[in-house]
């Protein structure tokens, strides 16, 4: 029985490398290589430029009970052949988000995301199989997630995938670069705390001169009385109160603690899009970021 379990086990992982090695956006990302597809066209962005919302998804097949439509699927596109759509055009579907959490995790989290501009989702892409006069019939080519009637359609733009640095260039102690700082506004999906392969978008684009490629290292002070972390605040000193100084350090008088990495994969006028490649701890919004 042993022996049959060993054999399934290893056939199970032959048909999972299989799977990589023919979709490259499953593949896992190698490290000092790029980014991944799938980190590059699920992104998503926030930008203060208007996005065209004059094509859309209308529906789609099996529309009488399927309410989203995923990868494989054919949905109806509002445009057709007499707006110049083709058989084999290529588009992305992409969603204005709103963050409904009503969650304040940080100071001037609200006014630095208005700054930024409108978040939007990438959905996924889509290739027409048949330009009708006033429709388009297109097939889901592959979906970030759900799709929904009302998504908007944009044509598709290759985006560059610029190359990582490796990890064990990271440096913890690395001193203050002198370049412009920010912070870890929002995210994608709103998530507060973050890792390595998590998008955040940081209030710096290339109205700054950011621009795709840049490497941003996260940090947060010290003793500056504006936690980020999910903690109760001074809880080393106010709840336990272990150990003291006889003179009290300032957060500008004490050494940054550097927690990783990530790199701008997409650049807004005010904002960027940074994928996380390297973290020692937990990242939080509010956090601070300095380009390299």
Known sequence: MRARIVVLQLMLGLAATAAFAQDPALAPRQPGVTAI?????????????????????????????????????????????????????????????????????????????????????????????????????????????AMYRGDIVVPFVERPSPPLKPEDKFDRFAPPSGQKVAMLVTSKRYQMQLGQDDIVFVNLGSSQGVKVGDYFRIFRYQGNQRETVYQQTRLSFAVYGFGSVPLKYKWDSVPREVIGEGIVIRATPNASTVLITFTLREAFLGDYVELE
């Open 37 to 145: 597809p799938a980190d590059l066209y699920c992104s998503g962005m926030v930008t203060t430029e208007a996005v065209p919302r004059e094509t859309f998804i209308v529906s789609g097949e099996e529309s009488n009970y399927k309410t989203t439509f995923q990868e494989g699927d054919f949905v109806y596109i509002n445009k057709g052949a007499s707006s110049g759509v083709k058989v084999g055009d290529v588009f992305s579907v992409m969603r204005p988000v709103v963050n409904d959490t009503g969650v304040v995790w940080f100071a001037w989290q609200h006014s630095l995301a208005r700054a930024m501009g409108q978040q939007w989702e990438d959905e996924g892409r889509l290739r027409v199989v048949v330009a009708q006069p006033n429709v388009s019939i297109a097939q889901v080519l592959e979906s970030c997630d």
